[in-house]
């Protein structure tokens, strides 16, 4: 059974940095891939970037160059970070991992493909 869980959200200015993390059970063997999604208020849910169980990365064009994705496996867990820089107001949203237990990663659009979500975690850019 995969179980994420988000942390590390927090109110930030524009400009600054801020590394989320997703601590992801159950998918230490195998093949997987873990992404990042974000919803805004009012808006869609939208792919961030992703990283599959070769450390191979998919990073959205809005966020390309700002925004890197990475992974940790010790314990039996795997943690999967978001790494946020050059934090802009329009990044503010609610930022939630998921997973999908399958040889790589889809395109990030494909948000149906992914079987577990996490609860998300709160990221605010005042400007």
């Known amino acids: 059974q995969v179980r994420l869980q988000e942390s590390g959200g927090d109110s930030v200015q524009a400009g600054g940095s801020l590394r989320v993390s997703c601590a992801a059970s159950g998918i230490s063997y195998g093949a997987y891939c873990v992404a990042w999604f974000r919803q805004g208020s009012g808006a869609e849910r939208e792919g961030v970037a992703s990283i599959d169980h070769y450390g191979r990365t998919d990073i959205a064009p809005s966020v390309a160059g700002r925004f890197t994705v990475s992974k940790d496996t010790g314990n039996g867990e795997n943690t999967v970070y978001l790494q946020m820089g050059s934090l802009k107001p329009d990044d503010t949203g609610m930022y939630f991992c998921?997973?999908?237990?399958?040889?790589?990663?889809?395109?990030?659009?494909?948000?149906?493909?992914?079987?577990?979500w996490g609860q998300g975690t709160r990221v605010t850019v005042s400007s």
């Open positions: 998921a997973a999908r237990v399958k040889a790589g990663c889809p395109a990030l659009s494909r948000l149906s493909l992914f079987d577990s």
